[in-house]
């Protein structure tokens, strides 16, 4: 049925995200005190092409990505200079930052610069930095369009460990439709 013709009636938008939103988080992982992350940054794919088209069936989304040059990535930093992280293993782990990116997580990496206080061998305080940079993300073929993935990274003095949330999840909102009714105004020429 042509809509041109039509000044009034429900329009019903079926809405999905087609990004992945990526939820990274730092816990503890020793009972060290003052430790916080100075710098966190990941690099994704750097450009896809999202081709819309006229769905066929009601789960199809009416659209594809793809990444003809998926090996170009492109480093996304967080806006962060001096995130304070749990003191100890007890604490719940903190949100260090939220990107939305690509789905096509497959080579991804990060890099995190955390410091923590220390004393020297002369008993005086010194603030010991580690610079870890491009590690591999685990569970990257889980960056779907409209998923929220998240990670967990635990810093220890020396050390740290990355883990991928066992629950993946959509972001969508479980709204599938969202009707919008609407009247034309009429239009006064003198």
Known sequence: TPVMNQNNGNVS????????????????????????????????????????????TDSDKGWLWAFPSPDKKETFTADITNFPVPN??????????????????????????????AKDGNNNAITQAICIENQSLPSTDTWNPGASVSYTIGISRKTISVMSENDIASWEGGTDSETVNGTEEKQITN
Not at 17 to 38: A, F
């Open 88 to 117: 100890t293993i007890a604490e719940e782990k903190k949100l260090l930052a939220t990107f939305f990116l690509l789905p096509a997580g497959k080579g991804s990496q990060f890099s995190i610069t955390y410091q923590y206080a």
């Open 13 to 56: 938008f079926k809405l999905r995200h087609t990004l992945t939103k990526i939820n990274v988080y730092v816990k503890s992982n020793d009972d060290t005190e003052e430790k916080s992350v100075t710098f966190f940054s990941i690099t994704g794919i750097k450009s896809g092409i999202l081709t819309y088209y006229t769905p066929t």
